[in-house]
T-cell receptor, first 114, second 113 residues
Framework: GAVVSQHPSRVICKSGTSVKIECRSL??????MFWYRQFPKKSLMLMAT?????????EQGVEKDKFLINHASLTLSTLTVTSAHPEDSSFYIC??????????FGPGTRLTVL | KQEVTQIPAALSVPEGENLVLNCSFT??????LQWFRQDPGKGLTSLLL?????REQTSGRLNASLDKSSGRSTLYIAASQPGDSATYLC????????????FGKGTHLIIQP
């Protein structure tokens, strides 16, 4: 149980385009989901907290107009990287809060912006 | 602001050795602490979760301890195997399910056959 999926697993796009990443909790409901970013040889950094039915909370330094988060249901949160640039290339991982506040992580999405 | 530090950054040992990975955090008011494993280019695999009220957790050859007052946790790996080679991440949760985790930079572990 407690499986989280992400789609796509890998995406390559041109600079200036927008990319949507989906995060789904497959066998449990999650009112709270989190989005992290990991640059090469760096640790995971929390980008934003996504709450079902309300606006996301962004960490300091993360542009909310660039990284659009939608959490329209208890099993799905989406992250849209708008007008992507090469510096947005990174590994994006989501997590969903389950029982006893344990976070279950998705497999991640590798974004490469050309 | 919570900061998590992991030592060493990298470790290479022969197969069969017992080893200890260290994690320290600056704010002792934590909710829980988790150890994860990350293989190259992959997501995270949760290894052990320690609630703030607990002192340690064990799973197979892995044992994690938590000393909240001193801001430290250790991950003990017994009888290491080449398959244990990966990056091990320590992450601290500070606000229950409402807050994200703060991660250390990880320890890159190589077990030599």
């Amino acid at each position: 149980g407690a499986v989280v999926s992400q789609h796509p697993s890998r995406v390559i796009c041109k600079s200036g385009t927008s990319v949507k990443i989906e995060c789904r909790s497959l066998d449990f409901q999650a009112t709270t989901m989190f989005w992290y970013r990991q640059f090469p040889k760096k640790s995971l950094m929390l980008m934003a907290t996504s709450n079902e039915g309300s606006k996301a909370t962004y960490e300091q330094g993360v542009e909310k107009d660039k990284f659009l988060i939608n959490h329209a249901s208890l099993t799905l949160s989406t992250l849209t990287v708008t007008s992507a640039h090469p510096e947005d290339s990174s590994f994006y991982i989501c997590s969903a809060a389950g029982l006893r506040d344990t976070q279950y992580f998705g497999p991640g999405t590798r974004l490469t912006v050309l | 602001k919570q900061e998590v530090t992991q030592i060493p950054a990298a470790l290479s040992v022969p197969e069969g050795e017992n080893l200890v990975l260290n994690c320290s955090f600056t704010d002792s008011a934590i909710y829980n602490l988790q150890w994860f494993r990350q293989d190259p280019g992959k997501g995270l695999t949760s290894l052990l979760l320690i609630q703030s009220s607990q002192r340690e957790q064990t799973s197979g050859r892995l044992n994690a301890s938590l000393d909240k007052s001193s801001g430290r946790s250790t991950l003990y790996i017994a009888a290491s195997q080449p398959g244990d080679s990966a990056t091990y991440l320590c992450a601290v949760g500070s606000g229950g399910g409402a807050d994200g985790l703060t991660f250390g930079k990880g320890t890159h572990l190589i077990i030599q056959p």
